[in-house]
């Protein structure tokens, strides 16, 4: 079919990875990825996706190749659905001509990073959709609420170094922004692969669970004083208080998954956390944080994190560190 494709315009688009150091964990709206709480998070340069995207002439052709290959079918039908939820919002109709496509994604964030694509990807995914579609003045808050239509966390990789979103009740409201685009804070995020695992409760049905636990309240309530107090960390440069922010949320997170009857910690995420407060008990500041998977994350000053990772492989030969400092913003277009 592609070999009759006329191919029509072509949009390009590079947004990097982000970890969230007060995290996202509960929708308020589960069709626009409303959270309840606001979340705050660090763009990584080491980490980011690139995305082409040819609208073609013909409707029913559809492709999505992923690192060069067919993307797997799960990934493609999740694509597709964003796709078509994109060109409604612009008024393009979702059978009318031009509306085929020819989505390219490079990912460079290998699954052995421990960390994930799915931020960058969303992101990346709006910049080339909005591109390719001749949105020319399109502003990076819209591109946020694009980019949150495929994944809440992708909202945030729109913007560089520290970004902060906003939770917002609506569609409008609902938007990433940075707080520092360049921060001068030595700060690097490291991720500890211990496992190989996929992880086995999407981040959708493990919000969805903890939303009915009766700690749900009380951990909504802690984010947006977490978001608070991060910001003023962040605006005094001051690492060990935006460390410690992140590791209670990251903490109180999952502490709360285990009280609705599921955790994605592992007996090596707990060994490889507990050493982390140990080694900062014995005076090497440092902290952990953990998404919904099993790889625990370290925040370290840079003059630090050649300590911790020595301290990681002697107790762990087994386990791989790859670390980043800060990303860039979104870029867009062919430059
Ligand atoms: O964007 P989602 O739906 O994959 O959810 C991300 C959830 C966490 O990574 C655990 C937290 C966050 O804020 O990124």
Known sequence: ALAHAVPGRIGMACAHANVALVKYWGKRDERLHIPWASSISMTLGNYWTTTRFTT???PSCRVFLLDGQ???AAAARRVAHVISVLRERYGLPTNSENSGYFLESWNHVPVSSGFASSASGFAALAGAFADASGLKNIGHRELSRLARLGSGSASRSIDGGFVEWHAGTTDTSSYAEPLNKHPTVNLRM???MISNTRKEISSTEGMRRC??????SVWIRQCEDACRQMRQAIAKNDIRTIGSIAEDNARQMHAMTLCAGFTYFTPGTLAITQLIE???ADGLECFWTCD???????LVDASNENQVAAAIAERFPQARCKSSGFGPGIAIGHD
């Open 292 to 298: 919904a998977g099993a790889n625990p994350k370290i």
């Open 70 to 72: 067919p993307a797997p």
């Open 211 to 216: 939303a009915r636990s009766p700690y749900f």
């Open 56 to 58: 073609l002439a013909n």
């Open 278 to 280: 140990q080694l900062r």
């Open 190 to 192: 490291m991720s500890v």
